[in-house]
């Protein structure tokens, strides 16, 4: 059954790619194509776009969206034969380097993007080739790892946000005895094995923690993760993961919390919108990851998710460069921000909706979500080391030692710090 789904999902996006092939070489002049992967957001773009042709009422932009799991290869295919988009949308860090590193993108810069360099550091690091220190796309979005809450059932429980981890299982030991699944969270889709650790461990691991790992002074081996795993262990053993957890895929997590059955979601600050839009009933609410005594710094994970640039052999580069400067100003920044409900990292940009603006005061302390933002370049990715170690972790079959000691493994194998 695995093979068949294996060979399904190659089939799929072959034909995907083919289909991208089709296009023709260049787009008429005044014209921009377009590509990405978020086919959900089409309706919010086609309002982005009358904003844009308010001040360039000559350029028509045609949108063209890819299913997510199959985009890279779509994009990839389609540059690599001179006939991929004019602007698109790229994943960030090492997949954005997949795209970068062949020379398929427009540099960006002061001079055809001015104020591109004012935008944050770390948003910026996920658009810039390493190879080169060149900036190659405008950050559109960051993510926040956090736990989000149903302020009803805390209400109806009588229980509170909680600070510590000690708080978090009492309040998660009540929750359960009330008859309510602590959190939704299940562990069959892997990439939520790396959702949470950022976003219930982000606290008790620290911003020291990250920058050891950076300097090669420490690797996962280390007391701080290891402990820090078998708290999650723990977590996972009292049952306060969603019922069956291990066969419980994202789709079904989604769920639990959006009916009302769950409590709290380990998750990201892009769950916000798609929970409301399922349930528009649900009061929510988030908090950071519980610090292990009080008075510790709170910390919440943050990646960034992307950005859009130019292909640089689009016949039309102007007109693109044109649309990315739309895509990096203020307006832009608060009409995406307040319309999708993401973060968008444009400085100046205000929220109008008081859940961003609260992940935007939580983002004030923050480390990385650290396996996307510093090992997700080479392979085997730190994420993939993490998620798979994880999910074997809080299925029995391996001890937090053993899990650390596993992803060091693997990241030494293309990380000089690590080989000791």
């Known amino acids: 059954m695995k093979a068949l789904k294996t060979t399904a999902i ?18 008429a002049a005044g014209e921009l194509r377009f ?9 919010a773009y086609a309002e982005f776009f009358k904003d844009f042709n308010k001040q360039h009422p000559d350029v028509k932009i045609t949108f063209e969206a890819f299913e997510p799991q199959n985009y890279p290869t779509v994009l990839s295919t389609a540059m690599a034969g001179d006939k991929g988009p004019d602007v698109m949308m790229v994943r960030a860090y090492g997949a954005f380097e997949a795209v970068a590193r062949p020379g398929y993108l427009l540099e960006l810069n002061e001079s055809n993007v001015p104020g591109l360099t004012k935008l944050p550091e770390p948003a910026l690091k996920g658009q810039t080739l390493r190879a080169d220190g060149k900036i190659y796309a405008v950050p559109f979005a960051t993510q926040t790892m956090l736990i989000i809450y149903n302020t009803e059932i805390f209400a109806r429980v009588g ?24 959190f939704a969270n299940g562990t069959a889709t892997a990439w939520q094995n790396e959702t949470l650790v950022s976003a219930l461990l982000s606290s008790q691991l620290g911003k020291q923690f990250e920058a050891d ?13 290891v402990e820090a795993l078998g708290r999650l262990q723990d977590l996972a053993k009292a049952d306060y993961l969603s019922p069956s957890f291990s066969g419980i895929d994202y789709p079904s997590s989604q769920q639990l919390f ?33 610090v292990l005594k009080k008075g510790d710094e709170r910390l919440v994970g943050i990646f960034l998710d992307g950005g859009y640039a130019v292909n640089a052999k689009s ?17 832009f920044g608060e009409k995406f921000a307040n319309t999708l409900g993401n973060l968008s990292p444009i400085p100046g940009v205000a929220f109008t909706d008081p859940m961003l603006k609260k992940v935007a005061e939580l983002n004030k302390s923050s480390m990385s979500y650290m396996m996307a933002v510093h090992f997700r370049y080479q392979e085997p990715s730190g994420s993939v080391l993490l998620q798979s170690g994880i ?30």
């Open 10 to 27: 190659k089939t799929l996006a072959a034909l995907a790619a083919a289909s991208a092939l089709s296009w023709p070489l260049a787009a």
């Open 35 to 43: 590509w990405t992967w978020r086919n959900e957001d089409k309706a």
């Open 159 to 182: 229980v509170k946000p909680p600070e510590t981890w000690d708080e978090l299982l009492e309040v998660s030991k009540k929750l359960k005895a009330a008859g309510v699944i602590p």
């Open 213 to 225: 790992i950076v300097s090669g002074k420490a690797d996962f081996t280390d007391k701080r993760f």
């Open 258 to 290: 959006s009916s009302g059955a769950a409590a709290m979601f380990a998750g990201g600050s892009f769950e916000l919108a798609p929970f409301l839009k399922s349930n528009p009933a649900l009061k929510l609410d988030v908090f950071a990851s519980p």
């Open 315 to 331: 016949a039309n580069k102007e007109d693109g460069l044109k649309l990315i400067r739309y895509f990096a100003s203020k307006e």
């Open 391 to 420: 999910q074997k972790m809080l299925a029995g079959k391996a001890t937090p030692a053993e899990t650390g000691a596993d992803i060091t493994k693997g990241i030494a194998t293309y990380y000089a710090p690590f080989k000791k």
